[in-house]
């Protein structure tokens, strides 16, 4: 109710929320405890205090053998055994979710197909031409919720789908630019709310279709 109620907010609110959130407590929102449990006795195990994949890579040398030490694979990743806030671990779930919604016809595949495919390719050019980077940026953190839950948000996001493929690109730019040399190791609220920012302004230059036209009079 902040930005105006429903079709009125400027940004996504639910990004927004976690963007101050992080913003404000840093350390509490990127730390990460695991528990485990014995599977011989059933008992659960004392927690243990582990970083995100992503706090691996951004701690580490360049390239991916801080990940590589700490024991966390793709497939881990793709299957949600990793550390992570609610939500964006498994990445297989998070694409059979996405799939869903676009087969129903609630979300279109534009703007996810746009977002992940930018991400990939400057990953791949700025990442030393690694396919496993590639895919690591993109298994990791909340790229593939925030492409699928966040970017495609009607109220914030382009009419059209010439403004939605720019809209895309531009948060993939930004959420892999914060990502490699910005200070935090994740970047895609912050990608997507400032695209969504843009919003007006890519609606104003890109041309609307018409529908229709006035009739002349005789």
Do not use: H
């Amino acid at each position: 109710m902040v930005f105006g109620g429903i079709g009125n907010n400027f940004v996504n609110p639910a990004l927004a929320g976690r963007a101050f959130l992080l913003a404000s407590f840093p350390v509490a929102m990127t730390a990460w405890t695991k528990t485990g449990v014995n599977w011989v006795t059933m008992n659960s195990l004392d927690a243990v205090s582990t970083a995100t994949p992503l706090s691996f890579l951004k701690a580490g040398a360049a390239g991916l053998e801080p990940l590589k030490e700490s024991g966390v694979s793709l497939l881990d990743m793709a299957l949600g055994n990793i550390g992570g806030s609610i939500g964006e671990t498994c990445a297989i779930l998070i694409l059979l979710g996405g799939a869903y919604l676009i087969y129903k016809g609630i979300i279109s595949y534009v703007m996810p197909a746009c977002y992940l495919g930018t991400i990939f390719i400057l990953s791949f050019l700025l990442g030393g031409f690694s396919f496993e980077f590639s895919m690591f940026q993109i298994l990791a953190g909340g790229v593939m919720l925030g492409a699928f839950f966040m970017l495609t948000d009607y109220t914030t996001s382009p009419m059209t789908q010439k403004g939605q493929i720019i809209y895309a690109v531009l948060a993939g730019v930004i959420a892999t630019v914060i990502r490699l040399y910005g200070g935090y190791p994740e970047g895609c609220s912050y990608s997507i709310l400032l695209a969504n920012v843009a919003t007006p302004l890519i609606d104003k230059y890109v041309n609307n279709r018409v529908f229709g036209e006035v009739a002349k009079s005789e």
